[in-house]
Each structure stands twice: as structure tokens, then as C-alpha cells.
């Protein structure tokens, strides 16, 4: 019995964060719906990347890297285009 509870628990936990990160998802996509919304993504983006870029310089002392990493202009558009392509897709039925 004690199996078949902790079984039973464990699904609820799934299905609990299987749902939250369903309802952030809609959340995203609203967002990136609206006015400004893929600049606001664009900034977020840059800032992440930026931020790691960093964190890898503090923490090694050899990288390698390609060319173009420090290209920040590049990467947002690079990621914002992979937004864009999965904008244009149909959305699957539930």
C-alpha cells in the first residue's frame, strides 16, 4: 500500500509541474504576442547570453570558442529567427 501512495504521489507531482509548465508556456507565448514583445525577448536573450559569456570567462581558464561568439548582434538574431519559424507553425490541437 505504501508503494501504490508513493506511486500515486509521484504522478500528482508530474502531472502538477507538467501543468505549470504548460500554463508558463501560454504565459511566454501571450507575452511574445504582444506589443514589444520580441524586443523584450530580444533584450532577455542578449542579457542571458551575456551573462553566461562571463560566467565561462570567470570559471576557465582555457576555452574554445567559435569565431563568432562574441558577435551578440548575431546570436539575438540567430534566436529571434528560431522564434519567428516557430511562430509560423501551426499550433497542435489539445
Known amino acids: 500500500m505504501k508503494r501504490i501512495n508513493e506511486a500515486e504521489g509521484r504522478a500528482q507531482e508530474i502531472l502538477k509541474v507538467a501543468e505549470a509548465t504548460a500554463e508558463g508556456l501560454r504565459k511566454v507565448a501571450a507575452s511574445l504576442a504582444a506589443p514589444g514583445g520580441h524586443d523584450a525577448a530580444n533584450l ?51
Not at 61 to 85: E, K, Q
Open 44 to 94: 532577455d536573450v542578449a542579457k542571458k547570453y551575456l551573462d553566461q559569456f562571463g560566467k565561462l570567462a570567470r570559471e576557465n581558464n582555457t576555452m574554445i570558442l567559435p569565431g563568432d561568439l562574441t558577435d551578440v548582434a548575431s546570436m539575438v538574431a540567430t534566436a529571434m529567427s528560431t522564434l519567428r519559424r516557430t511562430d509560423s507553425r501551426p499550433a497542435p490541437s489539445s
